[in-house]
């Protein structure tokens, strides 16, 4: 008899929450994972070394190793990767998005659980099963695996500058964008859709633009993003590939980064994209618009002096990022209604020099 259904992998635990960082012992603890390597983040050891350090102690975890770490280099990260000491049961990377990167890549690489604790809500990575590393002097996605645990403490991702959580509020909004990208793909016949995942990210996406909030920086609405923004990773795990959490929108981000001397946040360019293109799919841009004005996205972004020829040279070179895909950029009539709404809408016109 043929077995029924998909096998998926997920988290073994997601702990988001006050406090989660003093309880991260008990969690590996009661995973049987008592060796384990630590890469921080730049200056992260002195901010949150110490509590982490004691909640391993308490419950007799040992740390064989611990190190800051600033590098995507994938040649870095392989000499890493087969450094490790070879005890190791787990790799724990406690940071933003590139030692979060690097640590989720050395773990695949050694086929090791790879445990997350992000300490900004910054973009989804920290749930992804991908990286992205620099190669050849480009930063290139490749495939990791997704986190054996995911550990989030919403007290943490406050002490982080506003941006982070502007920036995850731009990558969390994008999926309703890229659902539709995927959805337009089907129909072109270049892709086909898996429903469950849709599914789930739709779930992600509504449950976060729906929640109430005074501000930001509530628990309720931090818990909601990056609630959202890990349930967007396992979507991608169900469709086997990012469809389901990035489409047009994402394009253009990657394609700002291979030219803008100093790019802005992943998720923040990613926002500005989204925005973008809910008007050129005509398709819940009124959502996208409030969400983005009522956070304070918008205000944040108009601070930055970000340029419209620069994400119109975006939007000519989207297709090229990847060609393989058929969102609605990869057809030249979406792209000039594309640039043209660069002009003509009004919140761009604010939004952009």
Same mark, same amino acid.
């Given at each position: 008899?043929?077995?029924?259904?998909?096998?998926?992998?997920?988290?073994?635990?997601?702990?988001?929450?006050?406090?989660?960082?003093?309880?991260?012992?008990?969690?590996?603890?009661?995973?049987? #994972?008592?060796?384990?390597?630590?890469?921080?983040?730049?200056?992260?050891?002195?901010?949150?070394?110490?509590?982490?350090?004691? *909640?391993?102690?308490?419950?007799?975890?040992?740390?064989?190793?611990?190190?800051?770490?600033?590098t995507v280099a994938m040649?870095?990260?392989?000499?890493?990767?087969?450094?490790?000491?070879?005890? =190791?049961?787990?790799?724990?990377?406690?940071?933003?998005?590139?030692?979060?990167?690097?640590?989720?890549?050395?773990?695949?690489?050694?086929?090791?659980?790879?445990?997350?604790?992000?300490?900004?809500?910054?973009?989804?990575?920290?749930?992804?099963?991908?990286?992205?590393?620099?190669?050849?002097?480009?930063?290139?996605?490749?495939?990791?695996?997704?986190?054996?645990?995911?550990?989030?403490? =919403? %007290?943490?991702?406050?002490?982080?500058?506003?941006?982070?959580?502007?920036?995850g509020i731009g990558d969390?909004?994008?999926?309703? +964008?890229?659902?539709?990208?995927?959805?337009?793909?089907?129909?072109?016949?270049?892709? &086909?859709?898996?429903?469950?995942?849709?599914?789930?990210?739709?779930?992600?996406?509504?449950?976060?633009?729906?929640?109430?909030?005074?501000?930001?920086?509530?628990?309720?609405?931090?818990?909601?993003?990056?609630?959202?923004?890990?349930?967007?990773?396992?979507?991608?795990?169900?469709?086997?590939?990012?469809?389901?959490? *990035?489409?047009?929108?994402? #394009?253009?981000?990657?394609?700002?980064?291979?030219?803008?001397?100093?790019?802005?946040?992943?998720?923040?360019?990613?926002?500005?994209?989204?925005?973008?293109?809910?008007?050129?799919?005509?398709? !819940?841009?009124? !959502?996208?618009? +409030?969400?983005?004005?009522? +956070?304070?996205?918008?205000?944040?972004?108009?601070?930055?002096?970000?340029?419209?020829?620069?994400?119109?040279?975006?939007?000519? #070179?989207?297709? *090229?990022?990847?060609?393989?895909?058929?969102?609605? #950029?990869? %057809?030249?009539?979406?792209? %000039?209604?594309?640039? &043209?709404?660069? =002009?003509?809408d009004v919140i761009l016109?604010?939004?952009?020099?």
């Amino acid at each position: 008899m043929s077995e029924i259904g998909k096998s998926i992998a997920i988290p073994a635990f997601l702990k988001i929450g006050v406090g989660t960082l003093d309880r991260v012992g008990a969690y590996l603890r009661d995973e049987n #994972l008592v060796n384990v390597v630590i890469y921080f983040g730049n200056g992260l050891v002195d901010m949150f070394g110490m509590r982490v350090m004691q *909640s391993l102690k308490k419950e007799d975890i040992h740390v064989l190793e611990y190190c800051e770490i600033d590098t995507v280099a994938m040649k870095d990260l392989v000499e890493m990767a087969f450094s490790l000491p070879n005890k =190791t049961e787990a790799v724990i990377a406690i940071g933003g998005g590139k030692v979060i990167d690097a640590g989720k890549y050395a773990a695949f690489l050694r086929k090791l659980p790879f445990i997350s604790i992000p300490t900004s809500s910054s973009s989804d990575g920290f749930s992804s099963a991908s990286a992205s590393l620099l190669i050849d002097g480009r930063r290139v996605s490749v495939p990791a695996r997704l986190a054996y645990g995911i550990v989030v403490d =919403t %007290e943490v991702i406050k002490t982080a500058p506003d941006k982070f959580i502007y920036s995850g509020i731009g990558d969390m909004v994008s999926k309703i +964008t890229a659902i539709y990208d995927w959805q337009f793909e089907e129909a072109a016949g270049y892709s &086909q859709l898996n429903d469950f995942a849709v599914m789930i990210a739709k779930k992600a996406v509504n449950s976060f633009v729906r929640t109430p909030f005074h501000d930001i920086h509530e628990n309720l609405f931090l818990n909601e993003l990056l609630n959202s923004l890990a349930m967007s990773g396992i979507a991608n795990e169900i469709a086997g590939n990012s469809c389901p959490t *990035s489409g047009s929108e994402h #394009l253009i981000s990657h394609a700002l980064d291979q030219f803008l001397e100093v790019p802005q946040l992943h998720g923040i360019q990613v926002g500005i994209a989204t925005y973008l293109m809910s008007l050129v799919h005509d398709h !819940r841009f009124v !959502r996208v618009r +409030t969400i983005f004005a009522d +956070t304070g996205f918008f205000d944040y972004v108009k601070t930055l002096g970000m340029k419209k020829k620069d994400f119109a040279k975006a939007v000519d #070179l989207a297709p *090229s990022v990847k060609p393989h895909r058929h969102t609605f #950029l990869h %057809e030249e009539i979406y792209r %000039e209604r594309a640039k &043209q709404l660069l =002009t003509e809408d009004v919140i761009l016109r604010e939004l952009l020099v």
